[in-house]
């Protein structure tokens, strides 16, 4: 079983900077694919930015130049660093990732609990 946890929410002023933290725990041979998405009060959830094992990352066209999504292999560990925040950022940041759990190519979804992003002066 696998278990993701996430940290480094927190209330930042626009213009302001902070880092996400998404840790895989548990049964893990490999990342193949890990994400952040948001959903803010009253709106649908979005993709922000996801990365592949192979490092290819996306992001939303509301975050691009301002968002970066990086995987450390070694910790299991994605980070999403937001800068420039603005108020419309302000939302629920959630973690996906699929784990590769066997050699047997057997594989693990799921999501972590979410944290918080708050952008207000």
């Known amino acids: 079983q696998v278990q993701l946890v996430e940290s480094g929410g927190g209330l930042v002023q626009p213009g302001g900077s902070l880092r996400l933290f998404c840790t895989a725990s548990?049964?893990?041979?490999?990342?193949?694919?890990m994400a952040w998405y948001r959903q803010a009060p009253g709106q649908q959830q979005e993709l922000v930015a996801s990365?592949?094992?192979?490092?290819?990352?996306t992001y939303a066209d509301s975050v691009k130049g301002r968002f970066t999504i990086t995987v450390d292999n070694a910790g299991n560990t994605a980070v999403l660093r937001l800068n420039k925040l603005k108020p419309e950022d302000t939302a629920v940041y959630s973690c996906?990732?699929?784990?590769?759990?066997?050699?047997?190519?057997?594989?693990?979804w799921g999501w972590g609990q979410g944290t918080q992003v708050s952008v207000s002066s």
């Open positions: 548990g049964r893990i041979l490999s990342i193949n694919y």
């Open positions: 990365i592949t094992g192979d490092q290819t990352t």
């Open positions: 996906n990732a699929e784990i590769l759990t066997s050699s047997d190519g057997e594989t693990w």
